[in-house]
Each structure stands twice: as C-alpha cells, then as structure tokens.
Nanobody, 113 residues
Framework: QVQLVESGGGLVQPGGSLRLSCAASVVTATMSWWRQAPGKEREYVAIITTASGFTRYADSVKGRFIISRDGAENTVYLQMNSLKPEDTAAYYC?????????WGQGTQVTVSS
C-alpha cells in the first residue's frame, strides 16, 4: 500500500507564500501536485521527474510556484509564491505505482485578506 502524507497548508494573505510537502512511502518515477477548489474539478498544478528533476507547470502557476524533490526522502515540495485568492483550493499529491494512481489526503490552502 502506497502512502502519501501531505503538510504545509494554511491561511495566507494575497502576495504571500506557502510551502507544501508530500512524503511518499515508496520511490516513484514522477510526483505531481493537483488542486481542487470548491465546485470545480481537480486540476493539474505541477509535476517533477524524481530521477532527473525535470519539471512542468500549469500556465496558471508558472513563474510563481516551484516544485522540487528530495530523492533520499521520497518527498516532493511545492513552494508557492505571490499567492492569489484564486489559488485557494485543497492541494493533493499524486503518484502512480504499478499502474495504480494514489492520492494524498489533501491540504487546504486559503488565500484571503
């Protein structure tokens, strides 16, 4: 059973920063972050290849968010800068292992003054 443990969410003012973490119980080829706002579908945010560190971002967060990983700890991070109210959502870590997809429990990020 693959386990993903997320942390780092919270309430922040517009323009502020937060750092999310996701620790996986196994080594995976890629790790990604997704988010889901109330009443909306879950959307892709960023992905990283754990071996090479190759990254890709959704256009909505490009230039503001940075995804990184600590390979030794099977942990992926999402540094979120210049946060906007529209970034408010539950953020989820996702991995695929053995043809199955696993999601973390989610961590809430609220951007509000």
């Amino acid at each position: 059973q693959v386990q993903l443990v997320e942390s780092g969410g919270g309430l922040v003012q517009p323009g502020g920063s937060l750092r999310l973490s996701c620790a996986a119980s196994v080594v995976t080829a890629t790790m990604s972050w997704w988010r889901q706002a109330p009443g909306k579908e879950r959307e892709y945010v960023a992905i990283i290849t754990t071996a090479s560190g190759f990254t890709r971002y959704a256009d909505s967060v490009k230039g503001r968010f940075i995804i990184s990983r600590d390979g030794a700890e099977n942990t992926v991070y999402l540094q979120m800068n210049s946060l906007k109210p529209e970034d408010t959502a539950a953020y989820y870590c996702k991995v695929a292992v053995g043809g199955r997809v696993y999601w973390g429990q989610g961590t809430q990020v609220t951007v509000s003054s």
